[in-house]
């Protein structure tokens, strides 16, 4: 477990691919109890840990997780982040090249592009899907990207969420022909070889609950010859 940032309020870890923030019906140990642990033993806290879960990341997606440590950081951050107030997301994605786009090698910086779904979601199949108007039982999806980088099959975008849907991300870019490496259930050609998506919560920014200062954590990059050789 890697801690980016922590004190007396908050913790932001950066999670690896294959955990889970919170327990769930695979009954495996989640990061929110790896993290209860280090304070326990860091701090010598006696009986239980407070740890509140503020958001999520899917289970093949890496990057920044953040937690409050008191019952006060918790209510405002929930506030925060059920209301995008005062707080910015930033992922990375390795994408696949949409069919029949030209490959580039150089590296360029793109102009970013606002990109509108509504999505549904199937509960059964974990999936979300994604409609270019309003249909029964969707909602508004919202982000922007750029690209970052380019090489011969696969291009690294900047992504921004606007809105917070089941599997946005995901979905939006596979929606544009721009599939996530790796992730096979939004139409990836090939899984990657630790199961991973790649998938990374780069950058978050936000005003303390408590301080009120501005607080700016970046995960690093996953050991990946592939991350290396797009990032700029």
């Given at each position: 477990m890697?801690?980016?940032?922590?004190?007396?309020?908050?913790?932001?870890?950066?999670?690896?691919?294959?955990?889970i923030?919170?327990?769930?019906?695979?009954?495996?140990?989640?990061?929110?109890?790896?993290?209860?642990?280090?304070?326990?033993?860091?701090?010598?806290?006696?009986?239980?840990?407070?740890?509140?879960?503020?958001?999520?990341?899917?289970?093949?997606?890496?990057?920044?997780?953040?937690?409050?440590?008191?019952?006060?950081?918790?209510?405002?951050?929930?506030?925060?982040?059920?209301?995008?107030?005062?707080?910015?997301?930033?992922?990375?994605?390795?994408?696949?090249?949409?069919?029949?786009?030209?490959?580039a090698?150089?590296?360029?910086?793109?102009?970013w592009?606002?990109?509108?779904?509504?999505?549904?979601?199937?509960?059964?199949?974990?999936?979300?899907?994604?409609?270019?108007?309003e249909?029964?039982?969707?909602?508004?999806?919202?982000?922007?990207?750029?690209?970052?980088?380019?090489?011969?099959?696969?291009?690294?975008?900047?992504?921004?969420?606007?809105?917070?849907?089941?599997?946005?991300?995901?979905?939006?870019?596979?929606?544009?022909?721009?599939?996530?490496?790796?992730?096979?259930?939004?139409?990836?050609?090939?899984?990657?070889?630790?199961?991973?998506?790649?998938?990374?919560?780069?950058?978050?920014?936000?005003?303390?609950?408590?301080?009120?200062?501005?607080?700016?954590?970046?995960?690093?990059?996953?050991h990946?010859p592939?991350?290396?050789?797009?990032a700029?």
């Amino acid at each position: 477990m890697e801690v980016v940032y922590e004190d007396n309020h908050i913790i932001i870890v950066n999670k690896q691919s294959g955990e889970i923030v919170q327990g769930d019906k695979t009954g495996d140990r989640p990061l929110s109890d790896l993290v209860k642990d280090y304070i326990k033993e860091k701090y010598n806290k006696p009986g239980a840990v407070f740890l509140g879960v503020v958001h999520r990341l899917d289970r093949p997606v890496s990057g920044l997780v953040v937690f409050a440590r008191t019952s006060k950081a918790l209510a405002r951050l929930n506030k925060m982040f059920a209301e995008k107030e005062d707080i910015k997301k930033t992922y990375w994605a390795i994408v696949e090249k949409e069919k029949g786009a030209r490959a580039a090698t150089a590296t360029s910086s793109d102009s970013w592009v606002l990109l509108e779904h509504w999505l549904t979601r199937n509960e059964q199949q974990n999936k979300a899907y994604a409609h270019d108007h309003e249909v029964p039982g969707s909602k508004k999806a919202v982000l922007r990207y750029r690209t970052i980088s380019r090489g011969e099959r696969y291009d690294l975008f900047e992504i921004e969420l606007l809105t917070g849907r089941h599997h946005q991300i995901r979905c939006q870019l596979s929606a544009i022909g721009h599939t996530i490496r790796g992730d096979l259930k939004y139409g990836a050609h090939r899984s990657n070889p630790d199961g991973s998506i790649s998938l990374l919560a780069r950058r978050i920014e936000f005003i303390h609950p408590v301080s009120q200062e501005t607080i700016i954590a970046e995960a690093p990059l996953p050991h990946d010859p592939l991350w290396a050789a797009l990032a700029p």
